[in-house]
Nanobody, 125 residues
Framework: QVQLVESGGGWVQPGGSLRLSCEAS?????MGWFRQAPGKEREFVSA????????FYARSVKGRFTISRDKAKNSVFLDLKNLEPDDTAVYYCAGVSSYRPIMSTMTSRQGYEYWGQGTQVTVSA
């Protein structure tokens, strides 16, 4: 079973920036980021397909967040910029290894096989 180790997160003022990191113990076919705010469902944020580097973003974060990777380290990063209070949530890294994903599976929680422990991002003045 592939394991994920997340780092980053923390507290930042509105308009600030953060970087989240996630390292997988094995090679994925895709990795993604989801977030869950208190009292809400876990929602898709961004994903990256390993074979071609294609990226996908939720509409609410497009233009503010950037996903990237280090293929040699099986790591994915999420750069969060121009943060807003509504971005406050626990952010989860997720991965899949057993099949080649398509957009519909990469943007759905059910498309992932393993998850990180989550890291808190808090945006407030």
């Amino acid at each position: 079973q592939v394991q994920l180790v997340e780092s980053g997160g923390g507290w930042v003022q509105p308009g600030g920036s953060l970087r989240l990191s996630c390292e997988a113990s094995g090679r994925p076919t895709a990795m993604g980021w989801f977030r869950q705010a208190p009292g809400k469902e876990r929602e898709f944020v961004s994903a990256l397909r390993w074979s071609d580097g294609n990226t996908f973003y939720a509409r609410s974060v497009k233009g503010r967040f950037t996903i990237s990777r280090d293929k040699a380290k099986n790591s994915v990063f999420l750069d969060l910029k121009n943060l807003e209070p509504d971005d406050t949530a626990v952010y989860y890294c997720a991965g899949v290894s057993s099949y080649r994903p398509i957009m519909s599976t990469m943007t759905s929680r059910q498309g992932y096989e393993y998850w990180g422990q989550g890291t808190q991002v808090t945006v407030s003045a």
